[in-house]
């Protein structure tokens, strides 16, 4: 399991060895390169709070917040507590999350001895930077700009790294570029009562099912740390290059926003009741197509935070990578690919503007403009040949999965025609959705969906066939059970929930790990086609995949317990959110 929790504001965000050592930090940005990257080098940079003798840790979250606690005892049963944040609250009418985080240092039972280690390297050159000393705080000149370490601990001690006996709290307030000026207990106190508050509130207007509260509760606030807010954009997740597979090559950067994750995410947030991430996807998907020319073409599948592409995919080979998995990368390749299920699932995100009648307000000429251009693209692409969901760098065919969401967007826009809406798109969209429908079937193989009309392979994207409504319960029921049957790691009740994306080589060869997502998607299928009793077994199976404080990677090794891919994995605790709906009864069947 990857022994770290995350802390973040949807503005920063920090992930936090269960020792207490922060080992990834970007700055300024989520998609910048690391202040510290510990977790991909031992040279990468590190702010870590030590007992100088052999200890035990426990981490927890404070119930229902995005604040991460870290209990340390050593041998001798000294202990002390650390707790970590990044401030985010209503404050004079909007919401205030600087670029910043907060460290308060306690003891808690006898006399513990502390070391306190602040390293951060310049980024991608992984050089140690210059630091300045002030009067309560530490200047580090970073790429022309300065980190501030504001700290009511002595600044001889921190910058010697001496052992020091922890007789009272200690504070640390990491800064980007501005200071703090006021009292440094005080505010750490103040932002640190008002984010609990503020987190506990936002858990309060979630809708959540009546099974797995607390994984659902864990994952959406997950989910609220990928997005954003300052552009609307939704990460991916919030590292790079934590490999698929340990020493192999299967490293990528996933600090940008998929549209199609964007898309799933958006589900689970509609599902939890939580609809202002869309408003602000919704403005960030307008201000591509209004920034890139190409985009009046077609989509991109990846773009970063600010609207822009990320390329090129650059290798960092002076970095020794996570347990050795070279290289190291920032930047993604995928966005030169061609997907052209990202229009459909472009639609069914903006579905419920019209759908939806809170969402009133949405309903604008604009709007609609953006939903008739999307199904054109739907349109013209059906059974064209793309990179597939799954981004094959080499041998692009038509896929299933593709014209799969083609159908769906131009299923949801047929009905909101129908509705009144688009009165001046002039498609024939019935004709359009039954073009989509024979191109899915053309690819049926013995009563199940295959990859593609000319690849008989399976593939476990295909299980969103019953989710997302295909007419044919039929194919449905034997598309869902073949993949089950035949993608499931192995016939053990702790590795028959856990599924390969698929079995056929790709770029890399073949896959050796559970893509966790799948078992999740597996989950809602299951029941999607009436068989509830082993969905609700391979849901049971599946929440073992998370790690000692909740959070899910992107790839899962149930046989070692061994969590794998990039981490915290939005994709996956969407797909923990939208199972745990799809097995839940109804509150009226519980209370």
């Known amino acids: 399991m990857y022994k770290y929790g995350l802390v973040g504001n949807c503005q920063t965000a920090a992930l936090i060895s269960n020792m207490g050592s922060v080992d990834w930090l970007c700055m300024p940005r989520p998609d910048s390169p690391p202040v510290f990257g510990r977790i991909l080098d031992k040279d990468g940079g590190y702010f870590s709070i030590e007992s100088v003798s052999k200890s035990t840790s426990r981490q927890t979250y404070i119930p229902n917040t995005n604040v991460l606690v870290t209990d340390i005892q050593d041998k001798d049963g000294n202990a002390f507590r650390i707790t970590d944040f990044c401030p985010r609250f209503e404050q004079h009418g909007r919401m205030y999350r600087p670029i910043s985080f907060f460290r ?23 050089e140690p930077v210059k630091v300045v000393r002030g009067n309560s705080h530490l200047r580090y000149e970073v790429r022309g700009e300065s980190l501030r370490l504001v700290t009511n601990m ?87 290059s934590l490999p698929e597979e340990n020493g192999q090559t299967r490293n990528w950067d996933y600090r940008y ?124 692409n059906i059974s064209n040949p793309d990179a597939g969901l799954w981004e094959i760098r080499n041998g692009w065919q038509e896929h299933s999965f593709s014209n799969l969401m083609c159908w769906a967007g131009i299923e949801r826009m047929s009905r909101i025609q129908e509705m009144g809406f688009l009165k001046d798109l002039n498609i024939d969209l019935a004709r359009a ?3 989509a429908e024979n191109a899915i079937r053309l690819a049926v193989q013995d009563g199940s969906l295959r990859n593609g009309p000319k690849d008989s392979t399976l593939d476990a994207a295909l299980l969103q066939l019953p989710i997302l409504r295909f007419p044919d319960q039929d194919v449905c029921r034997n598309t869902v059970n073949k993949i089950y049957q035949e993608l499931r790691m192995n016939d053990t009740d702790i590795g028959r929930g856990f599924l ?40 049971k199976s599946t929440v073992i995949a998370s790690n000692e404080v909740g959070l899910l990677s992107e790839h899962f090794d149930p046989l070692t317990g061994e969590q794998a891919g990039n981490f915290p994995q939005a994709y996956s605790h969407v797909g923990l959110i939208n199972a745990a709906f799809a097995v839940s009864p109804a509150w009226s069947e519980v209370l």
């Open 104 to 126: 308060k240092i306690e003891p808690i039972h006898g006399s513990p001895t502390i070391k306190v280690i602040c390293r951060p390297v310049s980024g991608w050159e992984k």
């Open 154 to 240: 002595s600044l001889t001690h921190l910058c010697d790294e001496v052992p020091v006996l922890l007789k009272e709290t200690v504070y640390f307030g990491l800064t980007w570029s501005i200071g703090i000026q006021d009292d440094l207990v005080r505010v750490s106190e103040d932002f640190l009562q008002n984010t609990i508050e503020y987190w506990k509130t936002w858990v309060k207007h979630c809708t959540i099912p009546t099974f797995y509260q607390k994984e659902t509760i864990r994952s959406a606030l997950t989910l609220k740390l990928h997005c954003y807010e300052d552009t609307g954009a939704i990460l991916a997740a919030l590292t790079t």
């Open 257 to 380: 926003c998929w549209l199609r994750d964007a898309y799933y995410v958006l589900s689970s947030l509609h599902n939890l009741g939580h609809f202002e991430e869309m408003e602000g996807f919704l403005t960030f998907l307008l201000n591509i197509a209004e920034r890139h020319e190409h985009s009046r073409e077609r989509l991109r599948p990846v773009y970063r935070l600010d609207q822009s592409l990320p390329l090129p995919e650059q290798e960092h080979l002076n970095w020794e990578g996570f347990r050795g998995s070279r290289p190291v990368r920032s930047n993604n390749q995928a966005a030169e690919h061609v997907q052209n299920d990202v229009y459909g699932e472009m639609i069914l995100t903006l579905a419920p503007i019209f759908f939806d009648q809170r969402f009133h307000h949405l309903r604008t000429k604009e709007h609609e403009g953006l939903l008739s251009h999307l199904v054109k693209l739907c349109i013209r």
């Open 433 to 435: 959705r039954d073009v």
């Open 500 to 539: 390969y994306r698929y079995l056929r080589p790709d770029d890399f060869g073949n896959p050796k790990s559970a893509f966790l997502i799948c078992s999740f998607w597996l989950v809602q299928a299951l029941a999607k086609t009436g068989q509830i009793e082993e969905a609700s077994r391979v849901m």
